[in-house]
C-alpha cells in the first residue's frame, strides 16, 4: 500500500522558485513510474513531468522544459520537483503519483496511488 504525502507549495512572485516534495511510502525504487500532475482552476488534472522506477525523466511538458526538474531522493525516496522561474500560468494544485505497474502513462487515471496535493500560486 502506497502512500504519498506534498508539500512545499505556497504563493511565491512571477520568476521566484519552490521546490515541491512528495514523499512515497511504500514504494520500491526500480519499479513503475513517479509523476507530478497539475489542475489549474477550470482545467482537468495535466501532466507535468514523469520519472521512471530507475531515476531517468522520460517526460516533461513543453510548458515547464527548461524550467522544472525532477529528482528523486532514493535513500529517504522522496521525490521533487524543482521549479524554478514560475510564471502565473503556473498556479494550480500539485499532485504527485506513482504506478506500481510497468510504464509511464499519459493520464492520471493510469497511476496507482495519488497524494493530496499541494497549492501553488504565483502573482
Known amino acids: 500500500h502506497v502512500q504519498l504525502v506534498e508539500s512545499g507549495g505556497g504563493s511565491v512572485q512571477t520568476g521566484g522558485s519552490l521546490r515541491l516534495s512528495c514523499a512515497a511510502a511504500?514504494?520500491?525504487?526500480?519499479?513503475?513510474?513517479v509523476a507530478w500532475f497539475r489542475q489549474a482552476p477550470g482545467e482537468g488534472r495535466r501532466r507535468v513531468a514523469t520519472?521512471?522506477?530507475?531515476?531517468?525523466?522520460?517526460y516533461t511538458a513543453p510548458s515547464v522544459k527548461g524550467r522544472f526538474t525532477l529528482v528523486k531522493d532514493k535513500d529517504k525516496n522522496v521525490l521533487y520537483l524543482q521549479m524554478n522561474s514560475l510564471k502565473v500560468e503556473d498556479t494550480a494544485i500539485y499532485y504527485c503519483?506513482?504506478?506500481?505497474?510497468?510504464?509511464?502513462?499519459?493520464?492520471?487515471?493510469?497511476?496507482?496511488?495519488w497524494g493530496q496535493g499541494t497549492q501553488v500560486t504565483v502573482s
Open positions: 520519472m521512471d522506477g530507475y531515476g531517468q525523466t522520460v
Open positions: 511504500g514504494y520500491t525504487n526500480g519499479r513503475g513510474c
Open positions: 503519483a506513482v504506478r506500481l505497474n510497468s510504464g509511464c502513462p499519459v493520464r492520471w487515471a493510469d497511476f496507482s496511488a
